[in-house]
């Protein structure tokens, strides 16, 4: 869709046309005379394109509203039924499904559960496609207007060609997963990292908004972080930027499922945390951990606190490297349990480098369970949404 011919005038019109259609999206609502004045072109090009777009069903006029002193002005603003996209976010246990309007609100939340580490990709894949179709069937929107889907996966993902690289999460290895999706459903489909996915949507409606450089920190069954650019996710070469689960604290450590020794994540993840806590205690999962450690048991707050202790040292190696405004954390551990927040803040005084102290703010996870979601269905947004219907 890049090439420009010279002297193509459709191409031009086409690229016009677009361009104001992404100024009424982005400053809705919004006047004729107001485009007109920000692209600099004619009132009548203005003119012209707008109807085109409202003829398409793109966009709306509003109801009339002051501008100024005793003026009015017809407002326009995007049609939210003009095109849908659909999120997916795969998790161990569940799928969480939404459907996507053009003004960015997830109009229906679904989710199911599903034991996705023991599921093969394609009886995946088949089953997301079945409850893609029931959903947007009983939703009662034409088919024709959903025009992507966005999946968020837990790991090294070839964003470009929609390859699973590797999920160790889910046990898959060099799998075509946006493929399988689309050729079912034959909807345009997009994966992308679950952490890259998340901190998108919290850029883009969370905790985020406003940031210029934030870092996002995914602590669960593994830890992995992902970071914003002015308004860009950082990939790196291969779309592994932020692999950090893996990068070595002490070569002499315990063994990570990796086969190295001492990796990050043998020291903050739920594993390591039900690891050190079996030392002690007949535990069988984190929740037992928690609810010893907020009964005041010595063995649980020790472990607790030592997991929060390694997150403020990550957080002071993110920071170090890459000075981000805003650091949010994510991820069940951090979602179901609150009080390791509050430890965490309390280590940074001891952990943080003294000139970045006070110079970015760590936040909890905004959007929580419906980030991933809400950020596959933006994903798809901006992917496919210039690639539909007529006005393309
Ligand atoms: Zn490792």
Redesign the pocket.
Known sequence: MKKIVKHDQDVIKQHNKLMILDIIKKQRPISRAEITKITGMSATSIGRFVSELCEEGVIRETELTSSGVGRKAIMLDIEPGAIYTIGVDIEKKRINFGIMDFSETVIVYHRIDYQSQKANPEETAELICREIRGLIDREGIPYEKVIGVGVGVPGVIDYENGIVQLSTTFGWKGVAFADLIERELRIKTVIDNDLKVKILSEYLYGSAKGSNKTALIGIGTGIGSALIINGEVFRGGSNSAGEL??TTLDPNGNL?????RG?L??YVDENSLILEARRVADISDVRQVFAAARNNERWAKEIVSRTALYIGITINNIVCMYNPDTVILSGELVENYREIVDLVEQHSEQVIWEPFKGKFKVIPSELRGDAIVMGAGALAMQHFAPLAGSWA
């Open positions: 689960g893996h990570c499922e990796c086969g190295k990796c994540q043998t």
